[in-house]
Structure formats: C-alpha cells, structure tokens
C-alpha cells in the first residue's frame, strides 16, 4: 500500500487538490472530513484515552491512544498530534465529548446563545496565543487520530493500493514519517494572504496571524517530494496534477506491496503451505 501525505498551508488550495484525486478515483483520507464524523466520547461506540508523553518541544508533543472500533482493535497506539482549528467541526458540537472539554478549558465566554461553540471566537483566542492552541490540539487530538487510523484501515481492508492522507499539519504533528511521497501544495505568500482575507472576510492582520500559526509554507515545500505550485490558474494546476497522479498511480515497491492487503494475504498463504510442505517431508 502506498500512503500519499497530502498538506500544503491555509488557502493554499490543498482541497482543490484533494477533489481533484478524488476526482481521478483516487481514496483520499481527509482529516476534514473525518473531524466531522467523530462520534461522541459518551456514545460507548468510540472509546479513546489519551495521556502526554514527557514534552521536549511543541513538534514533540504526542498522544497515547487506546482505542476500540467495531472490529478495528489497536491498543496503546502512538499518534501523533492532529488537530488545528480547521479539523474541529462537529467534534465540539453542543453536547459532545469535545465541546465539555472545551468549555470546561475555555470557559463560557467562547459560547453562543443556543449554547453552540462560538467558532469565530475561539478561533481569535487559539490563533493569538501558541499555548492555547497547543491546549485545543491536546483536548481533541484523541478523537481525530484514531478516526484517521480508522478511515486508513477501512480502504486498507478493502484492497486500495494508493491511499492519499490529507492533513493541513502533515509536518506539524509528524504524519509525514507515515507518508511517502509527501506532496505540497504551494502558493505565492501575498497571493495567500489575499486569497484567505477573500474566502473568510477577516482582516490582512487576522489573516497574517492564520498563517503564522502553522509553519511556514516555504519550509514546507522544503521538505516535499513534489511540490504543485497553485498560484496560477486552476487549468495550469491541473496540469501539474496529471503529472503528480501519474507518478504517485506508478506500480508498487515490493515493500509497499507487502503493506497491501493482497501482499499480507500472499504472505500468509505462502507461509502456511512452506509449514505444511514441511511437515508432509518430516513423515
């Protein structure tokens, strides 16, 4: 199986990447998405514990998951963090595990009227002070990683040979170390900066202050193994993109093969008739 790290930085145009494999029939994982399908704590269904491991660093930081879903066991798994303001969706909605870990954190001043999470305003309060921040990623970082294993699992059971795992904090929380290739999608900082002030209507300081909360873009492309370069126009990124799916849709590694669900069971078969060869020749 080759898992495909997909990241890039806020209005970046990530998720016209992602819809564009997605497009192509290519699985992704989106941690959007699965922030969004998170169920609640108190459910019974989703079951995770979480306890901070001795921190050498906000990049060190990870989250000790036990967790049991349907027929998914993965005890003591070490995740690291995932969670950013974008991912937390329906995870704090009125009621939730996430949304009275919150408020007990936060404070009834970050509520609505009808008792909802005011976004917007935990969102200032998050993206002004790096501790706050850091506080958020650790009350909901349990509840998004194992969602993500989870989703992985799933198109793993089922056979797909080319998973993307698309993550805004790809770097940041380590996920990268489980990806190869790592794609960026990347943008021309100004045009970021007008691109973000456009879609949300915050200010060009509200704006600066997104962005500097997760690392710096550049550094990023730094660090990838294909960069597409959206600060053009959508046709010249899909351009780019069919070269990108090209490579990442080449035939397997023999290792990646082995990570597959076909290359386990091949494995397995192959085992069981050595040890049965092996027994007929010692009678």
């Known amino acids: 199986m080759r898992l495909v790290g997909l990241t890039g930085g806020i209005a970046s145009g990530k998720s016209t990447v992602s819809n564009l494999f997605k497009d192509a029939g290519v699985p992704v994982v989106d941690a959007d998405v699965v922030a969004r399908i998170v169920v609640k704590l108190d459910t019974g269904s989703h079951r995770a514990s979480s306890k901070r491991l001795p921190r050498c660093g906000v990049r060190d930081e990870f989250v000790w998951i036990g967790f049991d879903i349907q027929s998914c066991d993965v005890i003591a798994t070490l995740i690291p963090l995932v969670c950013d303001f974008g991912l937390i969706a329906d995870v704090v909605r009125k009621g939730t595990g996430g949304w009275k870990k919150i408020v007990k954190a936060f404070g009834n001043d970050i509520l609505l009227e009808n008792g909802e999470i005011d976004r ?9 002070d ?4 850091q506080l958020l990623n650790r009350l909901l970082a349990p509840h998004i990683s194992s969602g993500i294993l989870w989703e992985i699992a799933k198109l793993w059971m089922k056979g797909c040979k080319v998973i993307i795992l698309d993550v805004p904090l790809l770097f940041e929380t380590k996920m990268d170390r489980w990806t190869n290739p790592v794609i960026v999608v990347w ?11 456009s879609r949300d209507g915050c200010s060009e300081e509200q704006a600066q202050n997104r962005i ?3 690392l710096a873009l550049d550094w990023k ?3 990838a193994d294909i960069v597409i370069d959206n600060s053009g126009s959508l046709d010249e990124t899909k351009e780019q993109f069919r070269e990108v799916l090209s490579k990442v849709s080449e035939p397997l590694t023999w290792k990646e093969r082995l990570r597959s669900r076909d290359g386990l069971i091949s494995v397995i078969l192959c085992t069981a008739v050595g040890v049965l060869l092996a027994q007929k020749n010692l009678l």
């Open 120 to 128: 917007a305003r935990l969102g200032q309060i998050v993206f002004s």
């Open 130 to 133: 790096p501790a706050k921040r």
């Open 221 to 223: 492309k730094s660090e």
């Open 212 to 214: 500097n909360a997760q």
């Open 187 to 197: 943008v021309d900082p100004e045009i970021q900066i007008q691109r973000l002030m």
